[in-house]
């Protein structure tokens, strides 16, 4: 029997990464593409093509067979430092925008008989996430929409071409809004990191014990492992339910919790500089009722051990990269 193929969009980043990994392990022939080669891994992609899927030309080279899966992960992202500034809206918006409006088209034409799309947790209305001990990120409550940033905006414009996809040309889509997914072979540096990765990067490498933490540490998050956020994406690809869904951690922790954390697992002692900077929501937690309903599964992974991964695989970079 032939092997199952899979396309994934994105592969040069974090999680198109490490989905070509399992993809690999699960026996799928697997073509990849993305603007850039993988920092940190070499592919065991069967073909990985550097291109750009904004140009619709593209597209249609790279989705030119009715690929059993195709994993739509490429978009212009980065952490609260890139997607609050404000700075790159405009190019966050056009980009990302371009490249689903041209997958979807390029899918349906090429017959893709399950189509995933990665949505954000960043679409949900900043009216429920004031307050941070409370957030409310319940999938139905995304509307009326007011996401925080355009990078929330595009996601949740992009969610509804591929329903409307659905709706009308009958294309089997997945959607998930993840939630701050994190782990070895992500961006830790450079200004499009997230928060755990930066608060792994600024432990490992603070000489005086000093860290700076944007704004006052009190706004609250929770975070997947990369491990269980891949393994949510198998468990709604292979289930009838559409979504979209939520997959996160429910684990929430404040940003000065998250540092108390890696100090611990970093066994340093460490003190907090609060200095002003991009913060996002107050608080934002996976509300992971419609998960548990629909998939009968929910990541239950704690904190503590994806941070320990993580930690030691940042601390080896921050080393390396001495040298
Ligand atoms: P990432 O930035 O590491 O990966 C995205 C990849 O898309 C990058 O390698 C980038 O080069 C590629 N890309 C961007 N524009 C492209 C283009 N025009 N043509 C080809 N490739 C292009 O991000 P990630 O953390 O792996 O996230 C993957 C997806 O999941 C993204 O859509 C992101 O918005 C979504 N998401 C991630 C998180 C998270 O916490 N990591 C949370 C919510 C949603």
């Given at each position: 029997m032939q092997n199952k193929k899979a396309l994934v969009l994105g592969a040069g980043g974090f999680i198109g990464g490490h989905l070509v990994k399992r993809l690999k392990k699960e026996g799928y022939w697997v073509r990849a593409v993305d603007l850039k080669r993988h920092e940190y891994n070499e592919s065991p992609a069967d073909e990985f093509i550097v291109g750009d899927l904004r140009d619709p030309k593209l597209?249609?080279?790279?989705?030119?067979?009715?690929?059993?899966?195709?994993?739509?992960?490429?978009?212009?992202?980065?952490?609260?430092?890139?997607?609050?500034?404000?700075?790159?809206?405009?190019?966050i918006m056009h980009n990302s925008a371009t490249v689903n409006l041209n997958v979807a088209e390029q899918a349906k034409k090429a017959g893709v008989k399950k189509l995933f799309y990665s949505s954000s947790a960043c679409i949900y209305p900043e009216r429920n996430q004031l307050d941070p001990k409370k957030p409310v990120c319940s999938e139905e409550s995304a509307y009326p929409?007011?996401?925080?940033?355009?990078?929330?905006?595009?996601?949740?414009?992009?969610?509804r071409i591929y329903l409307a996809y659905a709706r009308n040309y009958g294309m089997n889509v997945r959607i998930a809004r993840f939630h701050n997914i994190f782990g070895p072979e992500g961006t830790w540096t450079g200004g499009k990191e997230k928060a755990p990765a930066a608060v792994c990067r600024k432990v490992a490498e603070t000489k005086n014990g000093?860290?700076?933490?944007?704004?006052?540490?009190?706004?609250?998050?929770?975070?997947?492992?990369?491990?269980?956020?891949?393994?949510?994406?198998?468990?709604?690809?292979?289930?009838?339910?559409?979504g979209p869904v939520?997959?996160?951690?429910?684990?929430?922790?404040?940003?000065?919790?998250?540092?108390?954390?890696?100090?611990?697992?970093?066994?340093?002692?460490?003190?907090?500089?609060?200095?002003?900077?991009?913060?996002?929501?107050?608080?934002?937690?996976s509300d992971n009722r419609l998960i548990r309903e629909k998939l009968g599964w929910a990541p239950s992974q704690t904190l503590e051990k994806g941070i320990r991964e993580t930690y030691a695989w940042i601390a080896k970079q921050v080393t390396e990269n001495k040298k």
């Open positions: 597209c249609e080279q790279v989705i030119d067979q009715p690929f059993d899966r195709l994993y739509q992960l490429a978009a212009d992202m980065g952490g609260a430092g890139y997607i609050f500034s404000g700075n790159n809206d405009a190019a929409a007011a996401p925080d940033s355009e990078y929330g905006w595009e996601k949740i414009f992009s969610e000093e860290i700076e933490i944007w704004g006052d540490g009190e706004q609250t998050r929770s975070f997947l492992y990369i491990d269980e956020c891949l393994e949510g994406v198998e468990r709604l690809m292979s289930s009838d339910f559409q939520n997959i996160g951690s429910e684990e929430m922790v404040s940003i000065n919790g998250l540092v108390d954390l890696v100090s611990k697992v970093a066994e340093k002692k460490v003190n907090i500089k609060h200095v002003p900077g991009p913060l996002g929501v107050r608080g934002r937690n």
